[in-house]
């Protein structure tokens, strides 16, 4: 009987990807000249996995474009090759490739053949010892016509393009609208958009980018420039560059007899580009919008599995048989069931809690996944970057082993590129600057992730210029977003680079700095329950530290009772309860009530007033309980009628089930059927401010 290879495909990706990770870093870390036999051996065996694997499965493309890669591999190992950096950037470039080419065959969509082709080449050449550039140009025939040739002279200068983003891309905090300014500060700015992708009204995700753009910009610009503006998006796009006078060459040589010469007799027929026509709303762009939906689909489809360590499995087995063991003597004790058996009923349930409690902590352990799978593609930004930036940066990945829930893994890498980028970019100082700072030229980045108490911590920490307190302050003033007496402390002056629209860049550069992204970057980090906060001092550098939940489907809670209602206050960020005293409190204009507690003065939240619940039993602060709590750094004492008790609870989402709310991070189901609310501390800080500024 015939065996379906199909079935193994998802496991030979997975594999594939992972090596292509591994040859990735492997690369990166090569020393120059000398031979690491064991490094290099690492990146070989990764490669002739990958080409075993592709042959077997009928991927031949795959495994023959490997092989060159594996001959050149070999040359090294062997040591009839030195390491030498232009080798290094193809095989880098050869990587890129190998994993585009897998993601098509994944997507069950056509290798893009002229890359292949392309990096191929670039492989055979530097297997020859000639040097490499993936700039070369085919050349243009020189062979006379009988026909008269055309002539470009009166072409134009400028550029077609063709922007097709990613159905994600909003979402990462970019916005065409200002790509547009950009190049219209460039040149003359011709656009078209193309609409094929738009869905049904009642089917739009505001925050979904349906819409793909025809772009013409004329004017004598470098590609650089071009290239420097689509740079931030270029990892959320599909993109197309062109010269007019490109165009006009591959449409003169599309005509019969005609072939493209400069030194064409000018009284002949001429091609005028200054007013290029408008791009047609082509199939193409329609096809690369549904490329893009189909790798949207695929991306969920490749998190929706997951590698799970053998021990891990053996102890959820143990769990399970634990429980079949009480569940016997359970049914035994209900069989035949007397008040004499009573203490054998509490027993057995007290068993089966504790057994449940385990059971749940063994399978939420196989949802944690090393961080190491968001830091594994720092290094390669860092290495490409720093280069195209011209400074010396070392990154360095402490606590890459540190595990957190999957769905965390999943949706902290875009926030977490966006900081590292920023370091790379406005953080870290040219060498020269350095040195002559009595810094060392090469800068460091350090990523760090670690735990503390039920969350996981992630610094972006960099040595470079740090954040200029009087600047954030004067900009902000500038932009109308606070007024110039407005009092801020550090922390406050800080965080007013979350601000949409925000930014102190003196130049736009193709790395950061138009404005966009650290409060989408915030959003996101809100939205996983978790909160950002920022260190920095002037020429010493910054620190940003993101603290978000090790799982996103339980927590451990604290219910209050405020009247009927019950809500949840998460265990980690209570400090105390106490009851109050009036000697204690004291009302501030305009800030409401506060209540001394060593020496330090809190806000109250009185829980009934902020969610209007009428059945609540103390209305004055002697007649409740205070808990005390902290959230984003900020502490308060939340007015309740009553504790009942600690319990692990399943997050639900409110937002996806219903709407987001305001001081309230998700909901659960109580056991008797009924639904909590989960309080989100800093969120309710802010809706007390707003109750309070009301009411002034």
């Known amino acids: 009987m015939a065996i379906d290879m199909a079935q193994f495909h998802q496991v030979f990706f997975e594999e594939s990807f992972e090596g292509l990770e591994a040859m990735e870093s492997g690369l990166l870390n090569l020393d120059m000249g000398d031979v690491d036999v064991e490094e290099i051996n690492t990146i070989f065996r990764a490669a002739h996995s990958i080409k075993g694997g592709s042959g077997t499965f009928g991927f031949t493309a795959v495994s023959d474009f490997t092989h060159v890669m594996e001959t050149l591999l070999d040359e090294m190992r062997d040591g009839r090759r030195k390491v030498t950096q232009p080798a290094v950037n193809v095989l880098l470039g050869a990587v890129d490739c190998l994993r585009e080419m897998l993601t098509a065959i994944q997507n069950e969509?056509?290798?893009?053949?002229?890359?292949?082709?392309?990096?191929?080449?670039?492989?055979?050449?530097?297997?020859?010892?000639?040097?490499?550039?993936?700039?070369?140009?085919?050349?243009?025939?020189?062979?006379?016509?009988?026909?008269?040739?055309?002539?470009?002279?009166?072409?134009?200068?400028?550029?077609?393009?063709?922007?097709?983003?990613?159905?994600?891309?909003?979402?990462?905090?970019?916005?065409?609208?200002?790509?547009?300014?950009?190049?219209?500060?460039?040149?003359?700015?011709?656009?078209?958009?193309?609409?094929?992708?738009?869905?049904?009204?009642?089917?739009?995700?505001?925050?979904?980018?349906?819409?793909?753009?025809?772009?013409?910009?004329?004017?004598?610009?470098?590609?650089?420039?071009?290239?420097?503006?689509?740079?931030?998006?270029?990892?959320?796009?599909?993109?197309?560059?062109?010269?007019?006078?490109?165009?006009?060459?591959?449409?003169?040589?599309?005509?019969?007899?005609?072939?493209?010469?400069?030194?064409?007799?000018?009284?002949?027929?001429?091609?005028d580009l200054s007013h290029p026509e408008p791009i047609e709303e082509s199939s193409d762009a329609a096809k690369v919008k549904t490329v893009?939906?189909?790798?949207?689909?695929?991306?969920?489809?490749?998190?929706s599995s997951i590698r799970v360590e053998t021990s891990k499995i053996d102890t959820l087995i143990n769990m399970v048989g634990e429980l079949v063991i009480t569940q016997s003597m359970l049914s035994l004790v209900g069989e035949h069931f007397e008040i004499g058996k009573l203490d054998h009923l509490k027993s057995g349930l007290a068993q089966l809690e504790r057994h449940t409690r385990e059971l749940q902590e063994s399978v939420m352990n196989i949802r944690m996944l090393p961080i190491s799978f968001v830091f594994s593609r720092f290094p390669r930004l860092t290495h490409d970057l720093s280069a195209k930036l011209g400074k010396k940066i070392e990154l360095k990945l402490v606590g890459e082993h540190t595990e957190v829930d999957k769905t965390v893994v999943e949706l902290i890498s875009d926030p977490l590129v966006h900081l590292v980028r920023n370091s790379l970019d406005h953080g870290i100082e040219m060498p020269n600057e350095r040195l002559a700072m009595g810094k060392p030229e090469t800068g460091t980045i350090i990523l760090e992730a670690y735990h503390r108490g039920g969350n996981i911590v992630i610094e972006v920490r960099d040595d470079g210029k740090g954040l200029d307190k009087a600047k954030l302050r004067a900009k902000a003033i500038e932009k109308g977003l606070i007024d110039k007496d407005t009092p801020l402390t550090d922390k406050q002056t800080f965080e007013l680079i979350f601000m949409p629209g925000f930014s102190t860049a003196e130049k736009l550069t193709d790395i950061s700095g138009r404005g966009v992204g650290m409060d989408v970057v915030r959003r996101n980090i809100q939205s996983l329950g978790g909160n950002i906060e920022i260190i920095s001092e002037l020429g010493k550098g910054s620190t940003i530290a993101i603290h978000l939940p090790l799982t996103l489907a339980i927590l451990d809670g604290q219910s209050i009772a405020v009247g009927d209602e019950t809500f949840i206050v998460p265990l980690v960020s209570i400090i105390e309860s106490i009851n109050v005293t009036d000697a204690m409190t004291n009302k501030v204009a305009?800030?409401?009530?506060?209540?001394?507690?060593?020496?330090?003065?809190?806000?109250?939240?009185?829980?009934?007033?902020?969610?209007?619940?009428?059945?609540?039993?103390?209305?004055?602060?002697?007649?409740?309980?205070?808990?005390?709590?902290?959230?984003?750094?900020?502490?308060?004492?939340?007015f309740v009628d009553d504790l009942l008790g600690q319990q692990q609870v399943?997050?639900?989402?409110?937002?996806?089930?219903?709407?987001?709310?305001?001081?309230?991070?998700?909901?659960?189901?109580?056991?008797?059927?009924?639904?909590?609310?989960?309080?989100?501390?800093?969120?309710?800080?802010?809706l007390s401010n707003q109750k309070h500024a009301g009411r002034d």
Not at 627 to 634: A, D, K, N
Request: hydrophobic letters at 35%; a negative charge.
């Open 292 to 303: 893009a939906k189909e790798e949207s689909k695929v991306a969920n489809k490749g998190s």
């Open 650 to 686: 399943v997050i639900k989402s409110l937002e996806a089930n219903y709407r987001r709310v305001e001081g309230v991070s998700g909901a659960t189901i109580l056991g008797d059927g009924s639904v909590a609310l989960i309080l989100d501390i800093p969120g309710l800080v802010r």
């Open 590 to 638: 305009g800030k409401g009530e506060t209540f001394r507690l060593r020496g330090d003065y809190l806000p109250i939240i009185r829980m009934h007033e902020i969610f209007d619940v009428k059945t609540a039993k103390a209305q004055k602060l002697t007649e409740g309980l205070v808990v005390v709590v902290e959230g984003q750094g900020i502490r308060c004492g939340l």
């Open 109 to 271: 969509q056509d290798i893009d053949t002229q890359s292949v082709a392309e990096h191929k080449r670039h492989l055979d050449q530097e297997l020859r010892g000639e040097v490499s550039n993936s700039a070369q140009v085919s050349q243009v025939a020189t062979a006379k016509p009988k026909t008269a040739p055309a002539t470009l002279k009166s072409v134009a200068p400028g550029w077609r393009i063709t922007f097709c983003p990613h159905l994600d891309m909003l979402k990462t905090g970019n916005d065409p609208v200002r790509i547009f300014r950009e190049l219209a500060n460039l040149g003359a700015l011709e656009t078209t958009v193309d609409q094929k992708g738009l869905p049904d009204f009642y089917d739009l995700d505001p925050e979904e980018c349906y819409l793909s753009w025809g772009l013409n910009v004329a004017g004598d610009i470098a590609q650089s420039s071009i290239e420097e503006i689509f740079d931030w998006v270029e990892e959320n796009c599909d993109l197309s560059l062109q010269s007019f006078s490109d165009l006009a060459q591959r449409d003169l040589a599309h005509q019969p007899g005609v072939v493209v010469s400069d030194d064409a007799d000018p009284t002949h027929h001429q091609q």
